[in-house]
């Protein structure tokens, strides 16, 4: 099992600025930080190895570790207040529940597990909806003895009455023709999931400092973690969070508390507003708190409003799903501003999380002078190398603020790699082994985050409860983007270390480039790109936000040159959270090539509230942005090109300098041996691709486990929608196009096509295209 | 689909129809090939030789599994992750185990003793077994 792992407060910084590392050494052992530069992350013995540079920092040395663990899991934490601590209440909510067997969760809280204080609406072990109370010595249990249903709507209610010792427990199932999304409709009987228990409770209520949880329960009161700034800029002084447990799976609308015992006609008055309520109930009520009242043209916010003058506003902690559709939604809007009192709900996961909120182990300030690129703390346990005693934390080290040290800009697709941290597919799915065409490979790394599912999921990921993960933050150890690591669903690599194919061929070629990430990109736009002569993507820059596509488009139109280096591009809508740029969101729609489905009218982003899913549904398909689109995928073996008639033509033949004219061009390579693999774009007029872009070289020869991408299958038919043998879909397009200003795009359609750049020692055709490109591209004035 | 299961659960719970349908298929298509020794001998003789494929060169076009190999591998590897089996890297490039998932998510992958040296090696044995084991599940059949 792993013994160390850690990650950083950015993925970039300039030189004078200050990075920040948090390390949990699993069995507390201690460790060694060393600052290397990342050449090649590849450990093929086919390829040229892994190599990296040692760094000298202040930072390098022996460090005391420490076992440091992550929270994980969604809720609401409103903090403690006196008025919280009461003795007769009323506790109702409207509760979706998507795991009603998991076991115990909690639903409105405020209770401690250890002290057996307080009170608390919760599912039971058994998945009905009970009651607790603890006096400090004992707990009393009251439960509905019916079980809740998966992905029903219910309106559950407790109350009790101190004077009396009197309890009412409420379980009633709401269920409209639209309100469950794709849940049942044809509920019956009504009576196998419905209850209304009256029972005494001679336990009363004991005080305590708990705060009041939605979503889960108090395993401790405090645990030193806070919350202020970034994604919290609206919490007025920092909140110490609790240590939580019991986290609840599925939605919650309108929780609501009341100091006194409510009569069920009060109780659903109060369920649906606090405005309704006349000034008696009104005057009972603790906390009304109502999702949907901060949505405005988003709902970024993680600021939870009370309603009532009590002002018991809470926040969300590691970031659950808001703007979905609460149990009151008729499907007339499916976009949640345009009728936010319908969308009341947040979706809770127990394995949501926004930030590990460690402790820093050590920094590393970026000494002037140090030459922009790939980097990253290398931690060891014993000084020893295998995967299990060591950590990479990647970095990458920015040029001096506003400046450019080289005529050439690698741009890291960060958004991309955040998208697939931490996946888990591998022991997850069944449809892994389908994709690879073989069974997971897994590393220590994917064991050690099957067993610690607080570490988070990837966007191609399905929470606990089957809802998909459209939310990734940094704030975390992400153990799948690392040098050295090979992914389950490439022959070999994937994202960050198989761009540094990419960066190693750049430097074996003599080419001085500077590296930024997309986030950079985000912060800076356009200027940034404009700085460049020449920009070069990753192998895989498939979540852009849209001032990326903006900034993207533009370079392209003012004379900036790119190549694309990769396959199914600029294909997801991706946003960055409007106030922390570590966390982003992507909801996967309705079509594309994808591990999951948005539910029916949950396709807006909470962080801009703009329509989420595909560029394609917002008019900006990728082959509009970079002449081409993906097409096919298929990730058990690669393939190769031959050139079309076009890299003839004087206007790009200087591309093609020492390649024969039948020359088969990348049957070799690191990924899949292949040049043209994995995951392949092609050009499509219909689609936007510049109507007089040279046509270079195209694919062929893919086995049947390539197959086309879905988004473009209308009906799914034998002879036409099939793999590589009968499909004349399934190909790799090598194209390049002028634009504006001198301009220009060169693009091969593959991601795999890095791969090749090594091999022979870094002497063989797809290197040679490559050293054209760019040399030609670094010439000033108009191209051939 | 959740990891958590009704605890009464129905037919349409147990997603029988799926199930039921699985059987069928696998009954008419997989087991008269693996029930066949010089079938079945043929088939894991091509598997060994070629456990994943080899991608097109100068020299050959691909090469990848023939229908019959690919029918059967679709069926073992859309078998469910209770009692699924994955490769675990123990070193890079040297030491691969056959590891066996319980499908519920957080517990640990059991990984078995027997080290292969290669991906490849480790793949084939899956094979074996997972084709062992599908017809000791239909034996009664």
Known sequence: MLKITGYSDKYSAHPGEEIKFYVNAEYNDNYETQIVRLIHGDTNPEGPGYKEEEIDALCNGNYKGKNQKIHGGSYIVVPQHENLNIKSFTIQAFIFPTTPDKGRQGIVTKFNEKEKTGYGLFIDENGFLSLEIGDGSQVAKISSEKKLLRKVWYLAVATFDAETKKVHLYQEPRVTSTNGGLGMAILNPLEETSASIESFSSVLPASNDAPLLIASSSLNNRSGRKISGGHYKEVPHPIELPQQQCCFNGKIDRPRLSNIALSKENIETLASSYDECNTTVRSTVIGAWDFHANIGKNISSTKIIDTSPNNHNGFIINMPNRGMTGYNWTADEIVYHHKPEEYGAIHFHDDDIDDARWDTDFSFKIPEGLKSGIYAARLRVDGREESEFEDYIPFCVKPPKGKATSKILFLMPTNSYMAYSNDNLGTNSVVAQLLAGKVPVLNPSDLYLNEHREYGLSTYSLHSDGHGVSISSRLRPILNMRPKYRHWLSPSLWQLNADLHLTDWLEEKGFEFDVLTDEDLQHEGINLLNRYKIVLTGSHPEYTSEKYMDAFESYQMQGGRVLYLGSDGFYWISEYHPDNSNITEVRKGEAGTRAWTSNPGEYNNAFDGKYGGMWRARGRIPSKVCGLTFTSYGFDVSSYYKREEDSFKPECSWIFDGIGRDEVIGDFGLVGGGAAGLELDRYDLEFGTPHNAYYLARSQDHSNMMLQVNEEIHFAVRGYYGGGHENPMVRADMIYYKTPNNGAMFAPGSLAWCGSLSHNKYDNNVSKIMENVIKGFLKDGPLP | ?141
Do not use: W
């Open chain 2, 1 to 141: 689909m959740s990891d958590y299961s009704y605890k009464y659960p129905s037919n349409v719970q147990l997603n029988k129809g799926h199930k039921h349908t699985d059987d069928f298929i696998t009954k008419k298509y997989i087991l008269p090939m693996l029930r066949d020794p010089h079938k079945l001998q043929e088939l894991i003789d091509e598997h060994r030789a070629n456990p994943v494929g080899k991608a097109a060169n100068r020299n050959h076009g691909v090469i990848q599994h023939s229908q019959d190999l690919q029918t059967v591998l679709d069926k073992l590897r859309r078998a469910s992750k209770e009692g699924g089996f994955v490769s675990v890297c123990l070193k890079l490039h040297e030491d691969y185990r056959i590891g066996i998932t319980t499908g519920v998510r957080g517990e640990p992958v059991h990984i078995l003793e027997d080290s292969y040296s290669s991906e490849e090696a480790c793949e084939h044995a899956i094979f074996l077994k997972r084709i062992k084991r599908l017809l000791n599940e239909y034996s009664g059949d």
